[in-house]
């Protein structure tokens, strides 16, 4: 019987770089402290560093983080001080070997859950993700929400320990029979910063001191390793390593050299989490095991469920969680689509439990069939890792267990996948996305019956105001009583880890499959009317919300149409901002960051003449006045540098009138216009809806002019903090390095000095290296033609040579002349074949679209007397970055049947002169574009020029949103020669 076990692999040692650390003194938690904190602030003018650090919270706040496991054994105590000699390492922070200190490097802690996401109170029914024991009495287990239990009888009982701590602790590693070791961290809101933390115990596990390092991403896996400690996790982009070292047991840590072999141990797979529930013959999913004794295991899942055996596996007994299981299981098709009112609704409001399961993690489809071709590769698991944190701290957010990913095999039969996902979750009731892929739903809704599950439920997104073609219609303004909130809440936090572009909350249709309860359910839980057992219940009590939160609940309801008012009707700039100001004011702090973001969200939509754009940077302005040591608030103060000075932002500006237009009309695109490329022979495409026959190229040099340098708004809200985590992002070095090429004084200026930070990242191993190297991997060389190729999708002409491999079999070329650029793609077939249904697409116009671009009946419609939606169908997108920034990217859409799309992030005023010629076989489909060069740049192309182009396609179905961090896959550098 001991052979069924399964054997969970155990930790090898990883190498890691230098990290500063951080003590927390308990003298910073007196009114002494406070009070000098205080005075200091104020002697020195820092009133506004005061208010956000009130605002915002104190500066120890904490982050959160991921799962591991850990084999404990009893062990002797090592000293605890480093080894007379150490690894040269590069260490930018303060530790005991004297390298220089960069001052508080410490951020601001974000607010991790909202308040309604009772992470404290949740903490008994949380994921256990490790466990590890010292010694055969003495272990610890630990997990989701910041859950620490502790036990001294071999695991007969636990003890739960009490911390601030919210995040995710991933694993454990006991150093001696006292001495213990705890790595987790979080993921931020938006940008996705990594942030890790460390908690180390000298008393067995009684209580735990926290390192909180600034150069520290969130961590997965510890292990002790003879002298110290070694640790995985995320990319350190202030350290470019994924690994760490500690020599005094975990209080300050270092870089290391990478692990050549990647990440050594990851989630359970669904066979592993099968095979222990075959094994066990336990309602238990398995998310961790360590040895107890000789004989003797432990294991640690969902729900905070633990089981014990003491011979080796032939019998199990669960001493915590006794019958606990998944009462509702959402299966949806990736983060983005899940029905997070809903969730949430089930969890915090009916206090049942819930699990999630995504088709995938990703939206793109070439993502997710990069994704799969490179699977094995390390910087590709490591950003597997990531999105898997953010969805499931999404779905803790909500009250959720946790999420995974059904992880989808082209070797594995459908049915059988699902049989498999059901058998290990045991839900009562199903719940259905219903842009799922058919075969797979149909494939669950069979298991699901075939496994005595009780109810099956589809979702969609749709329009409250047509109401719901049957079923049920969860109106986006409903209020959940118990929790004080409203579902659109739950949705609209949800998506600022999972979708952050999406920030709206949506209203949601359900319909009843199948169904075992004879008599109508009454009320609105998806499990009414079921025999609902204990076990299937959250074991926390469900809070009484007080009346002054039901109040201010629903004068939310009022809100969308208090910001859509506010964008339309208020006359002046400066009176929007003060609006706006006394509304952030007036919301409560929970509330706050979702203000902002929406209203963020709103006016980058809106973007069609100045004064909208001014608002559009106001937005940005109050998220960097009200968050200005969140990565959010940093991310806006980028944003907004790149609006003022761009090359792509100063095109759009010229091209903006300077008041709104009183009733734009929308209108078709003129008789087809003969592009100068080809003969006159009735089939040509053309995406030019004004230029003549042969449009004449101006040769007059018009140099760039910046309006105004961002130091001049933006200086006045400066960090509080150095954030190494950010400061050392690709994102920030690139388009820093962009800033620092544009003139700031509106003059033409040569820089030739490299940036060290850019060339220490060039120079590492980091995903991001090869897009910033100069003729690196991601490089491809742009001719000059002195021929004008003939447009005919076929890439036959001398220009079309050096062709550059993307991701998922699409190629890319470039050439150009004196007037034109010219792009050949290449894109195999199947990324642009689907075409939605006239129901889902107009369920996904709704539920993608925002408020500004829905017509009455919920059909996208265009501002553009020339753009066409495209929402759905499947298209090929190319994002042309002019200036490198990453932040700003002119845009054009194509499908395969030559309908066309163009916008400066998403700004459709934008109207560039470009034709496409579009041939395809039975593989792939090739894009043959010419593009008139002064439209993207109306300086000539000089030789060693570079640009960055992004090619991907477009799900039916899939909005086009401006990527908050861009995807370092897609990205590709243009070196013009």
């Known amino acids: 019987m001991s052979e069924q076990v399964p054997v969970v692999a155990t930790k090898r040692q990883m190498p890691h770089r230098a990290n500063r650390w951080l003590k927390r003194r308990p003298l910073a938690r007196t009114p002494i402290f406070i009070i000098t904190l205080l005075l200091g ?46 690894p040269t390492t590069t260490q ?51 997990g989701d929400r910041g859950v620490i239990l502790r036990t ?28 213990a070791v705890i790595v987790g961290g979080s993921l931020d809101r938006v940008t996705g910063i990594s942030r890790g933390i460390v908690l180390w115990t000298r008393d067995g596990g009684l209580t735990w001191s926290n390192t909180e390092d600034a150069e520290l991403p969130m961590l997965r896996h510890v292990a002790w390793n003879e002298d110290r400690l070694t640790a995985t996790g995320d990319w350190s982009d202030s350290l470019l390593t994924t690994s760490f070292e500690s020599y005094d047991r975990g209080r300050s840590w270092h870089a290391a050299i990478d692990n050549e072999d990647g990440i050594e141990r990851g989630e359970n797979s669904r066979t592993d989490l099968l095979r222990w529930r075959v094994a066990t013959n336990q309602q238990i999913t398995v998310r961790d095991a360590c040895r107890t004794s000789e004989l003797g295991r432990c294991l640690v ?58 088709e995938s993690l990703l939206e793109h489809a070439d993502d997710r069939l ?120 739950l949705h609209s936090d949800a998506m600022h880890w999972v979708a952050p572009h999406h920030a709206d909350g949506e209203s949601i249709q359900t319909v009843t499959l199948y169904d075992v309860a004879t008599a109508g359910a009454s009320g609105d839980s998806l499990m009414n009317g079921l025999a609902v057992k204990p076990s299937e219940n959250l074991a926390a009590e469900a809070p009484q919300s007080s009346r002054r939160k039901m109040q201010v609940a629903r004068a939310r309801i009022k809100r969308e149409s208090q910001l859509e008012q506010l964008i339309t009707k208020t006359p002046s700039s400066d009176q929007f901002q003060s609006l706006l100001e006394q509304l952030i004011k007036s919301t409560s702090k929970d509330d706050q960051f979702r203000l902002v973001w929406q209203m963020i969200h709103k006016t980058s939509n809106r973007v069609a003449d100045l004064p909208s754009l001014e608002r559009y940077e106001i937005a940005l302005e109050s998220c960097v006045r009200w968050f200005p040591q969140w990565s959010a608030g940093r991310w806006a103060e980028s944003r907004l540098e790149s609006i003022r000075n761009s ?176 792009l050949g793609v290449t894109v195999p077939n199947h990324q642009l074949q689907s075409q939605l249904t006239e129901q889902t697409s107009a369920q996904f116009s709704y539920g993608n679209q925002s408020g500004s671009e829905r017509s009455e ?42 309908k066309v799309h163009d916008a400066i992030d998403g700004c459709e005023n934008w109207q560039p002169t470009w034709y496409p010629a579009i041939q395809s076989n039975e593989v792939s489909t090739t894009f043959e574009i010419a593009i008139l060069r002064r439209d993207l740049s109306m300086l000539p192309i000089t030789h060693s020029e570079t640009w960055l182009i992004s090619v991907s396609c477009l799900n039916a179905g899939q909005r086009n949103a401006t990527e908050i961090i861009p995807n370092a896959v897609r990205l590709i550098r243009v070196l013009f020669q």
């Not at 009490?162 to 995710?168: A, L, M, V």
């Not at 200086?715 to 390095?737: G, M, T």
């Open 370 to 489: 990069t994704a799969q071709t490179t699977a094995f590769d390390a910087s590709k698991t490591i950003q597997q890792q990531k999105r898997l944190q953010l969805a499931r701290q999404a779905a803790l957010a909500c009250g959720a267990a946790g999420l995974d990913e059904i992880q989808i095999n082209p070797q594995i039969d459908l049915n059988s996948l699902a049989k498999q996902w059901v058998a290990i979750l045991e839900p009562t009731v199903l719940v259905f996305d219903q842009s799922l892929e058919p075969e797979l739903k149909d494939a669950f809704l069979s298991a699901g019956i075939s496994r005595k599950v009780k109810r099956v439920i589809e979702y969609s997104y749709c329009n409250p105001d047509n109401g719901a073609r049957q079923g049920t219609l969860v109106h986006k303004n409903a209020m959940l009583s118990r929790v004080g909130i409203l579902a659109s809440d």
């Open 41 to 86: 602030a104020l002697s020195d003018g820092s009133v506004e560093r005061f208010q956000a650090w009130v605002l915002n919270g104190s500066a120890d706040g904490t982050f959160p983080s991921e799962k591991a496991s850990c084999f404990g054994q009893e062990l002797e105590s090592p000293y605890s001080t480093p080894p007379p000699s150490q």
């Open 152 to 179: 001294e009888d071999g695991g007969e009982s636990w003890q739960s320990i009490e911390t601030e701590h919210q995040c995710t602790l991933a694993d454990i590693t006991w150093i001696s029979t006292q001495d």
């Open 857 to 898: 009946n919920g059909q996208s419609v265009s501002s553009s007397p020339r753009d066409q939606s495209l929402l759905s169908q499947d298209r090929l997108r190319i994002g042309i970055d002019i200036d490198q920034d990453l932040l700003s990217t002119m845009e054009l859409q194509v499908t395969a049947a030559g």
């Open 647 to 822: 090359v792509e932002w100063q095109t759009l500006r010229s091209l903006l009138p300077e008041r709104p237009k009183k009733a734009p009309t929308h209108f078709g695109v003129p008789d087809l216009i003969v592009s100068p490329f080809q003969q006159i022979d009735g089939s040509v495409q053309t995406a030019s809806a004004t230029s003549p026959i042969h449009s004449p190229v101006s040769p007059v040099i018009v140099p760039r002019l910046v309006s105004e340098s961002v130091e001049q708004k933006s200086k006045a809200y400066s960090k509080n903090s150095v954030d190494l985590q950010w400061e050392f992002h690709p994102l920030v070095l690139i388009s820093r390095e962009a800033s620092r090429l544009r003139s700031d004084s509106g003059e033409l200026e040569v820089a030739t000095k490299e940036s060290p930070n850019l060339a220490r990242l060039a120079d590492s191993s980091h995903p991001w290296s090869a897009l910033v190297q100069a003729e690196g991997t991601k490089t491809v060389v742009a001719k000059s033609s002195e021929k004008r190729p003939t447009l005919d999708g076929h890439l036959t002409d001398d220009c079309w040579k050096n062709a550059i491999n993307l991701h998922s079999g699409t190629t890319l070329c470039v050439a150009y002349d004196n007037d034109y650029v010219y």
């Open 301 to 358: 899942g969902d729900h905070g469920v633990i089981a014990l055996t003491a011979d080796q596996g032939k019998s199990w007994k669960v001493v915590r969680g006794q019958q606990r299981k998944t009462g509702v299981l959402f299966i949806s098709r990736h983060p983005a689509s899940v029905a997070w009112s809903l969730v949430g609704r089930e969890a915090l409001e009916e206090r049942h439990r819930v699990n999630l399961l995504c």
């Open 92 to 142: 930018l922070g303060s530790n005991q070997f004297g390298t220089p200190q960069l001052g508080n490097s410490a951020p601001a802690a974000e607010l991790l859950f909202p308040s309604y996401a009772q992470a404290q109170e949740l903490r008994e029914d949380s994921t256990l993700r490790a466990v590890a024991f010292g010694t055969q009495n003495l272990g610890v287990t630990c």
